[in-house]
C-alpha cells in the first residue's frame, strides 16, 4: 500500500502563491518507484475532478494543464519521496479541494483520475478575489 500525505493549502488573495506538498511512503511505493506517474488533482464544488500536473518519476518529465501553464510549476526531491506544486499568480477559479495521487506504470501521458491506484486526503486552496 502506498501513503501519501498532502499538505500547504490555505486561503489567499488573488495574485499570491502557495505551495502544496506530498509526501509518500509504504513499502509499495519503493516497488513502484521509478515507474509511476505521480499527480495533483483539485475538484471544485459542484464540479468534476481533474488534473492539474503530473510528474514520471523515471525521467522526471512533467505535463501541465492548459489552464495553469506558466503560473504552477511542479517539483519533486527524492530524497524526502516528496512531490511539491508551486502554485503562483493564483485565481479565485483555482479555489479548491487539492489532492495527490500516483498511478503505477505511467508516463504521465495522460491525467485520467479513473487510472490512479493510490489518493491522499487533500488539503484546500481558497483564492479570494
Known amino acids: 500500500q502506498v501513503q501519501l500525505v498532502e499538505s500547504g493549502g490555505g486561503s489567499v488573495q488573488a495574485g499570491g502563491s502557495l505551495r502544496l506538498s506530498c509526501v509518500a511512503s509504504?513499502?509499495?511505493?519503493?516497488?513502484?518507484?521509478?515507474?509511476?506517474?505521480m499527480a495533483w488533482f483539485r475538484q471544485a464544488p459542484g464540479k468534476e475532478r481533474e488534473g492539474v500536473a503530473g510528474?514520471?518519476?523515471?525521467?522526471?518529465?512533467?505535463t501541465y494543464a492548459a489552464f495553469v501553464k506558466g503560473r504552477f510549476t511542479l517539483s519533486q526531491d527524492n530524497n524526502k519521496n516528496t512531490l511539491y506544486l508551486q502554485m503562483n499568480n493564483l485565481k479565485p477559479e483555482d479555489t479548491a479541494m487539492y489532492y495527490c495521487a500516483a498511478e503505477r506504470n505511467s508516463r504521465c501521458n495522460t491525467l485520467n483520475d479513473r487510472n490512479f491506484d493510490f489518493w491522499g486526503q487533500g488539503t484546500q486552496v481558497t483564492v479570494s478575489s
Open positions: 509504504g513499502y509499495a511505493y519503493n516497488g513502484i518507484y521509478n515507474r509511476a506517474c
Open positions: 510528474i514520471y518519476l523515471g525521467d522526471g518529465k512533467t
